[in-house]
């Protein structure tokens, strides 16, 4: 019964950016507390996760306003 207990610690270092990528993949352009536009590089975003395994997760965000379909329906 003791092999199924198991007592760990887990430390993420987590980098968390939204912004828009520039169609060559070199940069990302994020607006920052006082919405000035601010480039920083895919490299130098990574940089801190150089020789460590990584999990690494992209994902696009799209939404459509349902608002006008919503109106002709009533």
Do not use: H, W
């Not at 828009?20 to 490299?43: A, G, H, P, R």
């Amino acid at each position: 019964m003791a092999k199924n207990l198991k007592f760990v610690r887990a430390i993420t270092d987590k980098l968390t950016l939204k912004g828009t990528m520039d169609d060559t993949c070199q940069k990302i352009t994020y607006l920052d507390e006082d919405d000035n536009e601010i480039d920083i590089s895919v490299k130098d975003c990574l940089k801190p996760f150089a020789g460590k395994p990584i999990d690494f997760s992209v994902s696009i965000k799209t939404e459509k306003d349902l608002t006008e379909s919503q109106d002709r329906e009533d």
